[in-house]
C-alpha cells in the first residue's frame, strides 16, 4: 500500500478542514512546497493536493501553486478540487500532475467521467467518492447528493475508473481514526484501486488498511499534528 501525505490549499497555503468545514479551518505551512520537500525527505512517492477554493467555485484559483510544488519536489501528484470539464483535466496533465481527481462533476454530470477516462486513460483519472450519511457529497462537501456511495462507486467501476479517493467526511481530521469497516467492504465488493481518505490517525491504522490490500491510504491532520510519523507510516505500509 502506498501512502499520500496530503496538503490541502487555500489562498495559496496549507491547511486544514475539521470534518470539511471551511470556518475550522488551520493553517500549517504559509509555502506549500517546504511540506512537500518534507515529505519527499520521508520517503513519499506520491502526494494528495486539494485544491479547497476550487472544490468550492468550480474553477482553478491555486493551479500556480500545484505546478510549483510539482516542480519543485518532483514526486507523483494527484490534485482534486474545481475539476469539471476536460479543459481543465487538460491544463493539469500538461502541466505535469500525474493524476487527476473528478468530484463533483462526476456525480452531476452523467458521461463526464468516461469522456475523461477514454480521453486521458485511467492511470491519469480517478474519482473522489465523499460520503456523508451514505451518499456522495458534492461542491467541496457543503452540498449532500441523493446517490448512494456504493451504487455510486459500482457505476464508476463500469465507467473505466480504475482509482478510487474515498473519504468518510465524519471522520476526516477528527483524529479518531479510520472508517475500516467502510474500506474493508468497499475493498470486498469493487475491483478498482482504493484510497482510504479521512481520519487515518495511527500506524495501528495504517496497519490495519494495508492489511486490507488497500491500494493507499491519504494522511492528512495526522501528519501536521505530530501523531504519525510519516517515514514510519510509509515502512509500515509497505509491510
Known amino acids: 500500500m502506498i501512502i499520500l501525505p496530503a496538503i490541502d490549499l487555500f489562498h495559496g497555503q496549507a491547511v486544514r478542514l475539521l470534518r470539511g468545514d471551511y470556518d475550522n479551518m488551520t493553517v500549517y505551512d504559509t509555502e506549500p512546497v517546504n511540506t512537500a520537500m518534507k515529505f519527499k525527505a520521508s520517503g513519499a512517492e506520491w502526494i494528495h493536493i486539494v485544491d479547497l477554493e476550487g ?15 510539482k516542480r519543485s519536489c518532483n514526486l507523483k501528484c494527484e490534485v482534486g478540487g474545481g475539476i469539471r470539464d476536460m479543459k481543465t483535466i487538460e491544463r493539469y496533465i500538461e502541466s505535469g500532475i500525474d493524476r487527476v481527481i473528478l468530484g463533483t462533476a462526476a456525480v452531476t454530470h452523467e458521461g463526464f467521467v468516461r469522456e475523461a477516462v477514454n480521453a486521458f486513460g485511467s492511470e491519469h483519472v480517478a474519482v473522489g467518492v465523499d460520503i456523508k450519511n451514505g451518499n456522495v457529497a458534492i461542491k467541496g462537501w457543503i452540498e ?32 479518531k481514526g479510520t472508517n475500516r469497516e467502510l474500506y474493508d467492504a468497499m475493498s470486498r465488493q469493487f475491483n478498482m484501486k482504493i484510497i482510504a481518505s479521512g481520519g487515518v490517525s495511527s500506524l495501528d491504522d495504517v496497519k490495519a488498511l494495508a492489511g486490507m490490500n488497500l491500494y493507499g491510504a491519504i494522511i492528512g491532520k495526522a501528519y501536521y499534528t505530530g501523531a504519525i510519523d510519516l517515514k514510519q507510516a510509509i515502512e509500515a505500509a509497505k509491510s
Open 144 to 175: 449532500s447528493s441523493d446517490v448512494n456511495a456504493f451504487e455510486f462507486c459500482r457505476r464508476m467501476e463500469n465507467d473505466g475508473v480504475d482509482v478510487i479517493i474515498c473519504t468518510d467526511i465524519s471522520r476526516d481530521g477528527a483524529m
Open 55 to 69: 472544490a468550492k467555485s468550480g474553477d482553478t484559483p491555486n493551479i500556480k501553486t500545484v505546478t510549483e510544488i
